[in-house]
């Protein structure tokens, strides 16, 4: 089950990162991506529907701050140190609904995605 599981994760992580890479979340809405990321995290985790109900509203106010940054920063290189620290502050938060264990399930298909990523060759690592 948790092999099925993590399979599933990975090739949503896997997908949506292959759009990404293609240009295709630039036209997305703070609220689509938000969507998108929580139920990517329900998916990796299997956390409940409360808990996927909080993670997207810390999904969606970090995506709004996402969107600021990608407006104020036209330069790739300019805002790579803005958006990592609005990462940082999601990632806190999501620690504070997410247990322990769904956390850590998060984190390792974000690294799974970041691999298969690097291994394909498509898109920079975060």
Do not use: H
Not at 102 to 115: I, W
């Amino acid at each position: 089950m948790m092999k099925k599981l993590f399979l599933v994760s990975s090739l949503i992580w896997m997908m949506v990162m292959t759009v990404a890479a293609q240009g295709g979340m630039q036209n997305m809405t703070p609220e689509d991506m938000a969507k998108r990321q929580a139920e990517m995290i329900k998916t990796s985790t299997g956390c409940d529907a409360a808990t996927t109900a909080k993670v997207e509203a810390v999904c969606l106010k970090y995506a709004k701050e996402m969107a600021a940054v990608r407006e104020k920063y036209t330069d790739r290189e300019a805002r790579r140190e803005p958006m990592k620290a609005v990462r940082d502050k999601q990632d806190e938060e999501l620690k504070g609904v997410l247990t322990a264990d769904q956390y850590a399930k998060m984190k390792a298909a974000q690294e799974e995605a970041r691999k298969q990523r690097a291994a394909g060759g498509g898109g920079g690592q975060q």
